[in-house]
């Protein structure tokens, strides 16, 4: 007789809390965050760093993850990390599904799009590109302002998008203050931009 033997997938993941989404369209709303570890993006000013290395975070079961956002009232999930879309997102997301969460997710869209995911925010980086697979599927386009040359890189995505894709522009926080009045004069004369702010960070949250 043959035995069964039941395979647990399992997920590196860096940190999970709940809080308010700070960034671009659902800012303010209540969410669970998964934050994945593993990324090979390599962005010079990425605020967290240490999510790069899986090996360095515990692997969690599907349940154990899904029963940690269960211990809340909201039913909002975001998936970020790292670059979450380096794990097959299916099994996390089926079980997410199944216990009444909806599933936004953060991505550079750098690696493949898995899993059944209900709103895919994209924020593509000059490190690694996007995938031209991704794009398309963008319902969120949100682009960090290092420098000047990043309006181009903006508006490059901006043409590849689905037409009803909602359009960002956010200052990366270092450069806060030198870039967030130009973000604003460009927004004033390209207004189908709009300001994405890490308001997390104003306000104190994670
Ligand atoms: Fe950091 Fe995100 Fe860039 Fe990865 S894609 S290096 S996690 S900012």
């Not at 924020?123 to 995938?131: H, I, M, Q, R, V």
């Amino acid at each position: 007789m043959e035995i069964q033997t039941e395979t647990i997938v399992t997920y590196p993941v860096m940190e999970a809390f709940y809080t308010l989404q700070g960034e671009g369209a659902h800012t303010g709303r209540a969410a669970y965050f998964i934050r994945l570890g593993g990324c090979d993006v390599g962005c010079v000013w990425c605020d967290v760093k240490d999510s790069w290395d899986a090996e360095k975070h515990p692997k969690h079961s599907v349940e154990d993850i899904v029963n940690g956002a269960l211990q809340y009232p909201g039913r909002l999930i975001v998936i970020t990390g790292g670059e979450p879309l380096m794990h097959d997102l299916g099994p996390l997301t089926n079980a997410l599904h199944a216990n009444g969460f909806t599933i936004n997710i953060e991505t550079s869209g750098a690696h493949p799009l898995s899993g059944q995911l209900d709103w895919i925010c994209l924020s593509p980086k000059k490190f690694k590109a996007p995938l031209p697979s991704v794009v398309p599927y963008a319902d969120e386009l949100k682009v960090v302002i290092f420098n000047k040359s990043d309006f181009d890189w903006a508006e490059a995505f901006a043409a590849q998008v689905n037409p009803s894709c909602k359009l960002y522009l956010q200052p990366e926080w270092d450069k806060r203050e030198q870039m967030t009045p130009l973000i604003i004069d460009y927004i004033h004369n390209n207004p189908k931009w709009g300001l994405s702010l890490q308001t997390h960070k104003y306000i104190g949250v994670p």
